[in-house]
């Protein structure tokens, strides 16, 4: 029976802990803030952003929710993000992708000042991911290596295997594995042979977005998986790219689809806004 690691859990423990510094913070005059951007009407979008403000309300966080139509122009975009780059109640800046397909997501990525880029997609702060020197961690890889570490798992000298090389999640993870001595491998549709580099993963992060996409045959027995897809089934349910009831028997740990990955990504924005807020004052 593998370890079940609950991001729900491990997300109530770190934002208790946030909630307590954030107090702590308030005490001296300091209240983290977090703007979101939305742009046009898509429903999961929608979703994930409700969900960022109930985190930020939550944690005693202030926040800002600007929704614009479809139809906004870069430059009105542009506009809106140099505003917020200029407030000096706005530590952290979020434009929830993906944008609708006339706007230009690099270039509204690099108009995010770097020290509120709490997403870490800014070039600025790849770049310090890269060499190690950084402030912010890319949300959903930084939730990972704290699921990683519940697991007790140490990654020094572990085979670590990442399926999905996205500059979301994929590139980013193999870095933060790297950075702590594993031997990464990094997978994608190009790959010759992947089942047969998939088995020998000590840790193996599947993040590609194709439902139940890794099968038992494709594990290491006592290996820690990682599921970080979101896939909706036909019949509306969520799964993730692992076929959980069949490799949960062969793994020492595995996330579940919902309630791992997920509410860590949320958790650890709210860390990155922290830390923003933080830096701003000289803390
Ligand atoms: P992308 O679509 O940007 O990247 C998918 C990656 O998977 C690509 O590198 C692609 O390879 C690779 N891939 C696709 N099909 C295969 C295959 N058959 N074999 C091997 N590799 C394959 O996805 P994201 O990284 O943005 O997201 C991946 C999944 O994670 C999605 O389900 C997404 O919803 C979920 N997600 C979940 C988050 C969370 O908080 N839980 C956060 C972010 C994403 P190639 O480069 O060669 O095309």
């Known amino acids: ?8 859990e491990v997300s109530k423990k770190l934002r208790a802990a946030m909630a307590e510094e954030t107090a702590a913070l308030k005490a001296e005059g300091i209240v983290p803030g977090l703007a979101v951007i939305l742009v046009g009407d898509d429903p999961a979008s929608q979703v994930y952003v409700r969900n960022k403000e109930r985190a930020c309300t939550e944690l005693g966080f202030y926040s800002e929710k600007h929704v614009l139509p479809a139809g906004t122009t870069q430059a009105e975009l542009l506009a809106l993000i140099d505003r917020l780059n200029a407030d000096p109640k706005i530590h952290g800046i979020l434009c929830q992708l993906p944008l609708p397909a006339h706007l230009d997501e690099q270039a509204v990525i690099e108009r995010i000042h770097p020290e509120k880029d709490v997403d870490a997609f800014h070039p600025a702060n ?5 060499i190690g020197d950084y402030h912010y961690l890319p949300c959903t890889p930084a939730g990972i290596m704290e699921l990683i570490k519940e697991t007790g798992c140490e990654i020094a000298g572990k085979t670590c295997v ?6 979301i999640v994929g590139k980013p993870m193999a870095m933060l594995l790297l950075h702590q001595s594993g031997t990464v491998t990094i997978c994608h549709s190009k790959t010759r042979d992947l089942p047969e580099v998939a088995r020998r993963a000590d840790i193996l992060v599947v993040a590609i977005g194709k439902p139940k996409f890794v099968t038992a045959d494709m594990v290491k027995p006592g290996a820690v998986v990682i599921d970080v897809g979101i896939n909706r089934l036909p019949d509306g349910k969520l799964c993730g790219d692992v076929d959980y009831e069949a490799v949960e028997p062969i793994a020492s740990a595995i996330t579940p689809v919902p309630g791992g990955v997920g509410p860590m990504t949320i958790t650890m924005l709210m860390r990155n806004t922290l830390t923003a807020a933080k830096l701003a004052n000289g803390r």
């Open 126 to 130: 790849v770049g310090r991911i890269m």
């Open 1 to 8: 029976m593998a370890q079940i690691i609950s991001g729900k």
């Open 162 to 167: 990442v399926i999905g090389r996205s500059n």
